[in-house]
Structures are given as C-alpha cells and as structure tokens.
C-alpha cells in the first residue's frame, strides 16, 4: 500500500498550497509561494508534527520538534536549501 512518504513532495505540495491558498492570491503568486515552502511542510510530515492533511499532531506545536526536522531535513537536502535561498533573496547564499 503506498503511503505520503512514498512521495513527500507531492503530499508536502499539496498541504503548503492548502495552508496559503487564499481568495484574491493568483496561480502564478500561490506557485511561487509553494515552491519556497514546501521544504517546511516535507520536513514537517517527516519528523511527525503534521499529518498528511496538514493538521498539527496532538493539537499543539511542538517547536523544538519542528524546528529539529527542518534543521535535518536541510541539511540532508541541500537542493532545498538553494531553492528557498532562490526563491527568498534571487539567488543561492554564498557559503564560507
């Protein structure tokens, strides 16, 4: 049986443009805005913090735990990074 972990993305997609979809937001402005934060919610649905509808585990946030699987899932996908550097400042930080 295939769950949401077999393809986080698309599920991760799907819950970021659920979360910022809004009356008078365009296609192309809610394209762009999933792009640079789908990152968050894959990180997210990986760590256990929401569930593949978006909703918060519990009922609560658990920050530390959030914040804990955005932090790995950055550094394990560092295409992520990039991209939300891209679409954030318009090009990629410059790393020391």
Request: net charge negative.
């Given at each position: 049986m295939a769950s949401w972990s077999d393809n986080i993305?698309?599920?991760?997609?799907?819950?970021?443009?659920?979360?910022?979809?809004?009356?008078?937001?365009?296609k192309e402005q809610l394209a762009a805005?999933?792009?640079?934060?789908?990152?968050?919610?894959?990180?997210?649905l990986e760590c256990g913090?929401?569930?593949d509808s978006g909703e918060y585990v519990g009922g609560e946030i658990?920050?530390?735990?959030?914040?804990?699987?955005?932090?790995?899932?950055?550094?394990r996908h560092p295409a992520s990074r990039a991209v939300w550097e891209t679409a954030r400042y318009g090009a990629?930080?410059?790393r020391n």
């Open positions: 993305e698309a599920v991760a997609r799907a819950v970021t443009a659920k979360r910022l979809g809004q009356d008078g937001i365009s805005d999933v792009d640079m934060w789908w990152h968050m919610s894959a990180a997210e913090v929401i569930d658990d920050w530390e735990r959030k914040m804990a699987g955005y932090r790995d899932w950055m550094d990629p930080l410059p």
